[in-house]
C-alpha cells in the first residue's frame, strides 16, 4: 500500500491519542507499505505489545510503548526521509 510519512504519523498519532477510526490501527498494522523506511516503521508499532506489554486486556502496549510510538510519529514529521 502507498502511505506518505504524514499518513502514518497521523495514523499513529490518532491511535495512541485514542482520535482513531474503529478500524484504522487494524489496517495500518494489517497491510505492508510499499516504501521500506514507512514499512519498518510499520512493524515498530505491530511488535510494541510484545516489547511493551500491556498491563492490562484493554490496552494495546504499555506506557513506554505508547511513548516509543508517538517518538516515531514525531520523527516522521521532522526527519528527512530515509533517516527515521
Not at 511488535?47 to 516515531?72: H, I, N, W
Amino acid at each position: 500500500m502507498k502511505r506518505t510519512r504524514e499518513q502514518v504519523a497521523e495514523t499513529i498519532e490518532a491511535f495512541v491519542n485514542g482520535t482513531g477510526r474503529q478500524w484504522d490501527w487494524d489496517g495500518f498494522t494489517s497491510i505492508r507499505i510499499d516504501d521500506p523506511e514507512l514499512e519498518a516503521v510499520r512493524k515498530k508499532c505491530v511488535a510494541m505489545p510484545d516489547e511493551f506489554p500491556p498491563s492490562t486486556t484493554k490496552e494495546y502496549c504499555g506506557e513506554a510503548g505508547m511513548q516509543v510510538m508517538r517518538e516515531l510519529a514525531q520523527g516522521l514529521r521532522t526527519q528527512p526521509a530515509g533517516r527515521s
